[in-house]
C-alpha cells in the first residue's frame, strides 16, 4: 500500500476542522489502508486524515506495542462522550517531528463514532488509549497537541520551528 505523505506545522489543513464522513466505500477503504500503512511506517500510534491532506473526520489507531498484539481502531466522525480523571505524560505529534512535552489529559474517554460500515459505535479507552483518542479528534477539530500546552512551551516549539523554515530545514531535521 502507498505511504501518504504526512501534513507538517504550520500547515492550514491542520488547523481546520475537518468535514464529516459521508461516504462509506471502497476509496474511504482505500485511505484507511493507506494510513494505517503510513502510521505504521512513521511510526506512530495514531493518523488523522488532515494529517495526510484530506479535510475528513477521520482516524486511525493501533496503541499495542507489538505487531502480534496489533488492535486497530477506525474512527470515523468521532465524539467525545465522556473523559473523567487524569493523566500526565509525554506526547508527540507526527505532524510535529522531533518535538514532545508532558501534557494532561483525561485517563478515561467514551468515544462515539462510526466504523468503515458507517455502523455507530462506542469505545472506552484508558490510559494511552484515550490520550491517542483525544489527540486524534483534536485533529478533526482542527486542533493541534501543541494548542494543550502552556503559553510558554508553545512559544518555545514554535518558536524553534520558525528557526528550522527559515533555515529549509523544517520537517527534516528532527529536534
Known amino acids: 500500500m502507498p505511504i501518504l505523505p504526512l501534513s507538517f506545522y504550520p500547515d492550514p489543513i491542520l488547523f481546520t476542522e475537518a468535514e464529516p464522513v459521508t ?19 512513521a511510526p506512530g500510534v495514531g493518523l488523522a ?12 489507531m493501533d496503541c499495542s506495542s507489538r505487531q502480534h498484539d496489533a488492535k486497530p481502531l477506525v474512527v470515523a466522525n468521532p465524539e467525545i462522550l465522556f473523559a473523567t480523571g487524569e493523566q500526565n505524560d509525554s506526547e508527540g505529534c507526527l505532524s510535529v517531528p ?14 462515539r463514532g462510526q466504523d468503515l460500515d458507517g455502523n455507530e459505535f462506542e469505545y472506552d479507552a484508558t490510559e494511552v488509549e484515550a490520550r491517542c ?11 493541534l497537541y501543541l494548542h494543550q500546552l502552556s503559553p510558554v512551551k508553545r512559544l518555545e516549539i514554535v518558536n524553534s520551528i520558525k528557526k528550522k523554515i527559515k533555515a529549509q ?6 529536534n
Not at 522531533?98 to 468515544?111: A, E, I, K, N, Q
Open 133 to 143: 483518542v483525544l489527540h486524534e479528534t483534536d485533529h478533526c477539530d482542527g486542533i
Open 49 to 60: 486524515a488532515p494529517q495526510v491532506g484530506v479535510s475528513k473526520r477521520l482516524f486511525v
Open 23 to 41: 461516504e462509506f466505500n471502497q476509496a474511504l477503504r482505500q485511505l484507511i489502508a493507506n494510513m494505517f500503512d503510513t502510521m505504521y511506517a
Open 98 to 111: 522531533g518535538y514532545s512535552s508532558m501534557l494532561r489529559r483525561p485517563m478515561t474517554v467514551v468515544l
Open 169 to 174: 530545514r523544517w520537517p527534516h531535521e528532527r
